[in-house]
């Protein structure tokens, strides 16, 4: 077997086998295996260990694939046709989209890389038209594992529930920042109709995406908006996380007009530090799931080991280890951010309020963007602020979601009926 | 006539899904044959094929031909075998999945072709089952090196680790998998 001494590495042979040696390294072997004729062996084997899968014998695909595929193909859009779909609503958010796809971008680069090549372009991008359905679900946070690149970034997703049944819970998605193009309401709904089961608040539903010709993967985190309505308004204003450029009478007007009166958009983005507390201390969301295998980092870079989920919510930095702005604070910089505070959507629990010891709901205009480092928020004196409510009483803290979240929110409510 | 990958892209973004279904026919085993390697099921793999190839054709226009269309479908492909394999948690056993579906699984085992001889089948399947066995690190190494040919730098860059990382993973899995196949052919021996 290979030499285990510290001058003859154990994977060196492996490598010299495989021509991936340095020229010093083969030397290296050269003159071992003329000492040690057992090395010989070794790498005979491994010849013999090639040999043997390579002459599996070939696994033809499912005679149906390709007609699977074609059937589910829809004509690709052009970019002509792209733009057209562009509207004067979707230009409007556009700008401020890229702002915080910069910060998506330097994010990134502690999270999950999936490839490091990725491109540095930002491109422009039509934003899909919103629908014209009634909104029953709601878009509210996004996760992405992706690229240490910057990508096209969508603004949101509407979930409509129409077809599911009305006794089900409604539920909100987290919407990816880091998208090239938003899947359609169809595509959405029958993610969620593939899982084959009525996903849970708190539960991660992932799907794969390409964005800059980098394969991501989209984390998305389950919420029942009709639970989680009244505190999600108000943890939103009490962590500062504010509407990026305000919503004027047209744009008002536009969302109205697609989503019907009883829905209201309020544009959002926040770093990724503010997006995991607002999910932890979201009341509805008890224990969520850790997936198994968070796509992480631990011993190595990228390295698709789990790692300590705490490490998902360090405070953003770049590579050179400098603490990123808050997207909110860069966009404002870039003039993108109004002074006008959280538009409050619909009434906020007045006993929920002085619970919170909340400013009332025209406060302080300024952001705040609290640390992690900070002391966390208590949402209750009386209640240990590590320790959020659960669903059921079980009184156990909410776990890490065990992947970052960043970007951009823009939720899309429909008032209760 | 055969059309090179940049026609047939350019036909089907100009609306000749024909066009793409002869990309698909032109890769399908080859992509197929590594996921199924990758993750020990013909199911897994079929459907992880399909969505990289939906999803091929969703970015088309994204594509930019800086690399090989195979190499890009690759990529997609095996980022949506790392997110199946952590969907399922573990690798489902014929059983399980007969159980689950209620019918028999696809045999993609090099012993169900009966125009192998017999021995050299056998020899297939011990393969087939110790490559199966592999921690899912280092079988997808040795797979993207061994059934791929990729080089370290493109394993690595696939997987997004360093260089020593995938020679480390490398040299771990061969030893493993050696050790195993001595094992199940001195089992086959006694």
């Known amino acids: 077997m290979s030499d285990r001494t510290s001058e003859f590495p154990d994977d060196l042979l492996s490598a010299y086998f495989d021509g991936e040696a340095t020229a010093d390294e083969r030397a290296l072997v050269e003159r071992r295996l003329r000492e040690t004729p057992e090395l010989n062996q070794t790498l005979t084997e491994y010849g013999e260990l090639r040999e043997a899968l390579q002459s599996l014998p070939p696994v033809p695909a499912p005679v149906d694939l390709k007609r699977a595929v074609l059937s589910q193909l829809s004509p690709l859009p052009t970019p002509r046709a792209e733009a057209a779909t562009m509207t004067r609503f979707s230009r409007r958010w556009l700008v401020p989209a890229a702002v915080s796809t910069a910060l998506v971008a330097v994010v990134a680069v502690s999270t999950l890389a999936l490839n490091r090549n990725a491109g540095n372009d930002v491109a422009a991008t039509a934003l899909p038209p919103m629908s014209a359905e009634k909104t029953d679900a709601v878009v509210v946070m996004n996760s ?16 409509s529930n129409t077809d599911t049944d009305a006794a089900q819970p409604v539920l909100a998605m987290t919407a990816p920042a880091v998208r090239s193009d938003a899947p359609s309401v169809e595509m959405m709904r029958q993610k969620l109709q593939g899982l084959g089961k009525v996903v849970a608040p708190g539960e991660l539903i992932e799907y794969l995406d390409v964005v800059n010709e980098q394969p991501v993967i989209v984390s998305y985190t389950v919420v029942d908006v009709m639970d989680a309505l009244d505190d999600m308004q108000v943890l939103l204003q009490r962590e500062g996380m504010r509407p990026v450029g305000a919503l004027d009478d047209e744009a008002k007007n536009r969302i109205m007009s697609q989503v019907g009166d009883d829905t209201i958009a309020v544009y959002l ?10 999910i932890q201390e979201l009341p509805v969301l008890f224990e969520p799931p850790v997936p198994a295998e968070p796509l992480a980092v631990t011993d190595q870079p990228g390295s698709l080991l789990p790692r300590p989920a705490q490490a998902d919510f360090a405070p953003a930095s770049n590579s050179e280890g400098q603490a990123l702005k ?23 629990d007045k006993q929920l309020r002085q619970r919170l010891q909340l400013p009332p709901a025209s406060g302080d205009p300024r952001p705040r963007q609290q640390s992690r480092a900070d002391t966390p928020p208590s949402r209750d004196p009386g209640r240990p602020a590590e320790a959020p409510a659960t669903r059921g009483g079980q009184g156990e803290k909410n776990k890490p979601l065990g992947t970052a979240r960043r970007g951009i929110i823009l939720i899309l409510q429909s008032g209760p009926d | 006539m055969e059309l090179d990958d940049r026609t047939l892209i350019t036909r089907t973004l100009a609306g000749d899904s024909d066009a793409f279904g002869q990309l698909i026919l032109k890769y399908q085993d080859r992509l197929y044959r590594t996921l199924v390697h990758m993750l020990g099921s013909a199911h897994d793999a079929r459907d992880v094929a399909q969505d990289a190839f939906l999803l091929a054709y969703r970015k088309l226009q994204t594509f930019r031909q800086e690399s090989s269309f195979y190499s890009w479908l690759f990529r997609i492909a095996y980022h949506a075998a790392v997110s199946s394999r952590r969907k399922h948690h573990a690798h489902r056993s014929l059983d399980h999945r007969r159980e ?20 050299r089948t056998e020899q297939q399947q011990i393969v087939h089952d ?6 899912p690190d280092y079988r997808d190494v040795l797979v993207l090196k061994e059934l791929e040919g990729l080089s370290y730098e493109e394993i690595a860059t696939l997987l997004n680790c360093p260089i ?14 050696r050790v195993r196949l001595v094992r199940a052919l001195e089992q086959e021996g006694d």
Request: net charge negative; glycine share 6%.
């Open chain 1, 144 to 159: 992405v594992d992706g690229p240490a690149a910057p990508a096209r970034t969508e603004v949101s997703h509407e979930v």
């Open chain 1, 269 to 278: 983005e926040a770093p990724t530090e503010q997006l995991d507390q607002f």
């Open chain 1, 326 to 348: 808050p997207a909110a604070s860069m966009a404002k910089e870039e003039g993108y951010v109004s002074d006008e505070p959280l538009q409050v959507v619909a009434p906020v």
């Open chain 2, 100 to 119: 689950e579906t209620g019918r028999e699984p696809v045999d993609d085992s090099p012993a169900s072709d009966p125009t192998q001889p017999l021995h």
């Open chain 2, 130 to 135: 110790a490559l199966n066995q592999l921690a």
């Open chain 2, 164 to 177: 020593g990382t995938i020679r480390s993973r490398i040299h771990r899995g061969r030893e493993e998998l």
